[in-house]
């Protein structure tokens, strides 16, 4: 089945500065990739995704990056506020599992006023 | 917020006893997933339901059973409760089968102990 690496586990930043998180996966079956916000005490929150078809997607300050033959991809974010302080998880569908999202560990980020 | 809701928002059992959990999904959704996501980790597909029928189960044992009612909303029943179940449960709904976004509720915390 499809496996999902997640790094860093842990990312603290200073206010305006760039983040970015990174997840590698193993299916090549995969087409589907997401990332997800969560706060303390909240469910996930879909943030941005992006499919097999495109190579780069943004909305506002945040960007998802997508390298088909490497089976990897990158969550973005530029000029950090402290409230995109929270964990983030990056997941991947596809192949024969539709629907069944498998999900990195996810990113602990911490934006320092 | 996503329009996903579930109850009870926490629940505390006793080990071996049974609990259901319950989900209602966004307004225009048919399709739902359940997902289990233990203390620092990332969420883990249990199964999804369409049209009223199990279509697709992650790794986890039989005593993890669900249903879902004409109106697309949905059930998570665990019977002989272990101490490993203690986890947050997060109930996912997107609009059709084959679409690709899934909107998170805010979950249910289960403590078995």
């Known amino acids: 089945g499809e496996n999902v690496e997640q790094h860093p586990s842990t990312l603290s930043v200073q206010e305006g500065d760039s983040a970015v998180i990174k997840c590698t996966y193993s299916?090549?079956?995969?087409?589907?990739f997401p990332w997800y916000k969560q706060e303390l005490g909240k469910g996930p929150q879909l943030i941005i995704d992006i499919r097999s078809n495109v190579g780069e997607k943004k909305d506002q300050r945040i960007a998802v990056t997508l390298n088909k033959t490497a089976k990897h991809f990158s969550l973005h974010i530029t000029e950090t506020q402290p409230e995109d302080s929270a964990v983030y998880f990056c997941?991947?569908?596809?192949?024969?599992?539709?629907?069944?999202?498998?999900f990195g560990q996810g990113t602990i980020l911490t934006v320092h006023p | 917020e996503t329009g996903v809701t579930q109850s009870p928002t926490h629940l505390i059992k006793t080990r071996g006893q049974q609990v259901t959990l319950r989900c209602s999904s966004q307004s225009g959704h048919n399709t739902v997933s359940w997902y289990q996501q233990a203390l620092g980790q990332g969420p883990q597909f249990i199964f999804q339901?369409?049209?009223?029928?199990?279509?697709g189960r992650g790794n986890f044992p039989p005593r993890f059973s669900g249903l879902q009612f004409p109106n697309y909303s949905s059930e998570l029943n665990v019977n002989a409760l272990e101490l490993d179940d203690s986890a947050l449960y997060l109930c996912?709904?997107?609009?059709?089968?084959?679409?690709?976004?899934?909107?998170f509720g805010p979950g249910t915390r289960l403590t078995v102990t």
């Open positions: 299916d090549s079956a995969s087409n589907y």
């Open positions: 997941a991947a569908m596809g192949g024969t599992s539709y629907g069944k999202l498998t």
């Open positions: 996912a709904s997107r609009r059709e089968h084959l679409s690709y976004e899934q909107y």
């Open positions: 339901y369409y049209r009223e029928e199990e279509n």
